[in-house]
């Protein structure tokens, strides 16, 4: 009898499920809307409803199922529960209790989503048969996971691989929403890169095309810079100085076998890939010289697939 | 019949070697000298000889003895082969099969002399109880050790727990031992401590009581900031400054459940920690503010008693 799982990532927007074979294949995926009304009351039962559909569908027992992995935009204890989600509207959520109650009391592993998707790109992406991987993952902000010997390390409050808040960009102009100023999101996520330029725009320093636009995006930085733009080379030049110290840190604290970046400002490509890696060589301690430096290959499939993995993977959560 | 292990701490003077008991209490210690001549071809034999001796004034026997952990100042491959350690003038040695050898066989353990002092405050000093423990060693560099659900993490290059070479202290003047310009160990070691100062005194920007001390040591700047001297305050407020930064920067990397500050300038006490702890909690981010900052209680034990650990805690080592 073939063994499966399903992978759940919970966004803000839509929940993205798959179902996994035991050997991490994908088998299919689909998502559904995430109903954040009503304090995000309808969120688990809509999850386990979906699941039940494709276990119908698929004619699939439970005795088949060997469990459902979840990833969360929150952080997570004891790989259960969340304590105050902003985005999913959840104050105190037992994940686990709650979803499995409704699944046939099958075993639930939730894990926070940016640590899930690490673990993704870890066991089945670009750190796929590597132990010791650090993702950051430079979306509207920075984030990123911890994968120590193959599991997540969440750390003592969840924050480990809060990559986007080390005090590494002195030239912030605005304060995080940490509500310091200076954190490394400021330059290295698109909020704060955007946030940036239009405060040296405004200050007239250089011309730039950027200018003309009313509300011009990362994507139109990278593609202003990459056609010669003055301002815009500025602004990914103290993005890609950030994150080469940035990395340069990370490389004499965990010796990573490689970093993998992702998210949704790694579309930039090789060529900011490039630049980063220019910049981390430039920075780096002899020693870890050397550490890859890769793009992410799972795209939004990472959270699914991480999240499979924490089920198939024996302790690969914390 | 009582178990024993042997803990052993191999320094460029000397090499440290205690008689512990299976709990890891210790029994005996004393200290042989390191014999750096003729490439250190003496330095495993002396210890074993030593080690023998002690067995025979204790009357143990080879059934009794768990094993030898060794700490070692240099990167550790496999718990057993040391890979170009120039403080001992080793090549390539396989410190567990050539100690092995010479003592009945039994099982050797070797790490990283930080990464071991650091595993022995985590598991019976400072950090006791506590499974994740980074350790920040404040001697004439800047080093660590990282703990990461009781075991050492070494990296995978044996640079795990590099810290005094992150890049942060960008008024460095010198170049650091390791030909980068700029690492935090150029303020956060004593070495770098003392040449900054020097700097400062030379450009005479203030004056200071250390100009008329030909050879002043860390501890005499620390004794003359005590005492208000201006210059020897900037000079620890930068050091400081630096040591917040880092330890606000692995407190979003690794969210340990402490941070523990070892080596010869902590003995600046509690007056030094309280500065730490003032410049990391106006640093850190929210989520990691409480972490604790707390002085180191072994002392030059710390090596012995992690190598001791190496043995006694089953896959304590990496």
Redo the contacts between chains.
Sequence with gaps: MDKYCFGVDVGGTTVKIGLFRDDLQMVSKWEIPTRTEEEGRYIISDIADSVKEEMKNKELKPEQILGIGIGIPG?VLEESVVNNCVNLGWGVVNVKNELSSQLFYLPVKAGNDANVAALGEAVAGAGEGRK?VLMLTLGTGLGGG?I??G?I???????????G????FDKAVDYCG???RGCSEQIAGARGMISYTKHLIAGGESRSGLSFIREFSARDIFDFAKDGDELANTVVNEMVETLG?EL??????????VFIIGGGMSRAGEWLLDKIRASYEE?A????KN?EIVGATLGNDAGMTGAAALILRADAG?
């Design positions: 952080p010791n911890v120590i010997d599991k390390h969440a750390g003592a409050h969840g924050a480990a691989g809060e990559f808040h080390m005090p590494l940490c509500g310091k110290k340069a840190i990370l490389g004499v604290s965990f010796d990573p076998e920075k301690f002899h020693a870890v550490i914390r």
